[in-house]
Structure formats: C-alpha cells, structure tokens
C-alpha cells in the first residue's frame, strides 16, 4: 500500500473515531437534558403548592374553635343532681353493684359492709334486713360464689327531680360449691341523690335504693 493510501485511511479512520466521540457526547447531554427538565417542572410544582399550603395553614389556623365545657357552679357544701356529670353517678352505681354482686364467701362480708357506707334511707335499712341479715348467712354457708359482669352498651341513667336512677344490665354467674349454675341476664336499678358533700365523698352522692331484676336466664 502507498503512503498515500495509507494517510487516506488514517484520515478516515479520525473520523470515524470523532464521529462516534460527538455522537455520545450528544446522547450524554440528551439525557442531562431529560434530568433537567424533570427537575425544573419538580421546582414549579413546589413553587405553587408551597404557598398554597401555608395559606391552607393559616385558614386552618384562625378558624380553630375551642369549646369549654364548664359545669354550672354547685352550692357551697351541696351539689344538685343535675350540677354533677352523669359519669359520676354511673361510677358509683358500678362500684357498690362490684360490691354486692361479685363476691367470694372469704370476701362477702367486708364487702357488703363496704356498700353499706355508700347508703341511705330507705336502701339502707333494706339492705341490712336482706343482704347483711338473710343473703350474706347463705352465701356463707353454702360457699357460694357469684360474678357480676356488666354490658357497658346497655348502662342508662334517668334523672327524675332530686334523684337518678342508673340502670346496670348484664351477666351474672353463680358458682356454688364449685359447680357452676346457669348464668343469668340481670338488670340492677341504682337510684341515688345527694347530701351536703365531704372530704370522702367530694359529690356528696348516696343511694337510696337498689332493685334488681332477672331479664333472662340461660
């Protein structure tokens, strides 16, 4: 081969080398471009929704509302039914029925003692003649054993003058000797008022009464 024909090649051959140089240079400044743009509509999107948000903001920010609910202001050392939230009363009515309904022989005794503080006329003296005097004797001597579990569902409260009435319904088990009875469905009916309030007792909340009755048995 000449040396002429030898320079042609190596002519053609730099080009070839700086054809294939520009053609992924371009591909390189293709896909920055891509980038570039991707980026730049991420930037205007941010521009306009970020404004938006902190004006959502404020909006949210001076229509807030705030509601106290403050209870009326009770008599200095006496609190009318009505002046005391219904929760108090349904607390209470639970906690002297956990005193009389669910029981072990050991324990009956100072529980019912317990509930009897929470009493007045004329529960109190019913309840000393039929649970003190006639059921706690059987639940002693029969060893028996009985639970109370309470459906919060079916808890309602009535108010009628100077007194509410709380009505606690659910399931009450016996086990006697340790044999177990059938359960059954029981409603008790709390009826309470108020006296002058004290350090143990800040509502001045008392019972007056405590009726039970059988829904279903089974």
């Known amino acids: 081969m000449s040396n002429a024909q030898k320079a042609m090649n190596f002519v053609k051959d730099l080009g070839a080398i700086d054809a294939k140089g520009e053609s992924d240079t371009l591909k390189l400044w293709e896909n920055y471009r891509e980038q570039a743009n991707l980026w730049r509509i991420i930037a205007v999107l941010q521009f306009i929704s970020t404004p938006a948000l902190i004006i959502f903001c404020f909006y949210l920010y001076s229509t807030r509302s705030v509601t106290l609910n403050v209870p ?3 008599l200095p050392g006496y609190y009318a039914v009505n002046q005391i939230p219904e929760s108090e009363f349904v607390s209470q009515a639970e906690e002297i029925v956990n005193l009389i309904a669910s029981y072990q022989p050991a324990n009956a005794r100072g529980q019912f003692a ?6 007045m006329e004329p529960a109190y003296s019913t309840f000393l003649d039929k649970m003190i005097g006639t059921e706690l004797k059987t639940i002693e001597s029969t060893s028996r054993t009985q639970l109370f579990f ?4 079916k808890t309602k409260t009535t108010m009628a003058g100077r007194e509410i009435q709380v009505s606690l319904e659910g399931e009450r088990l016996k086990l006697i000797a340790g044999k177990q009875l059938a359960p059954v469905q029981t409603r008790f009916l ?3 008022t108020t006296v002058p309030r004290q ?11 405590i009726d039970t009755e059988n829904v279903r048995q089974g």
Do not use: C
Not at 114 to 119: G, P, Q, R, T
Not at 199 to 209: A, F, Q, R
């Open 72 to 74: 009326p202001k009770p």
């Open 114 to 119: 317990e509930a009897s503080k929470m009493l």
């Open 150 to 153: 309470v459906d919060p569902t």
């Open 190 to 192: 709390v009826t309470m």
């Open 199 to 209: 350090s143990l007792n800040p509502y001045g909340i008392m019972v007056t009464g």
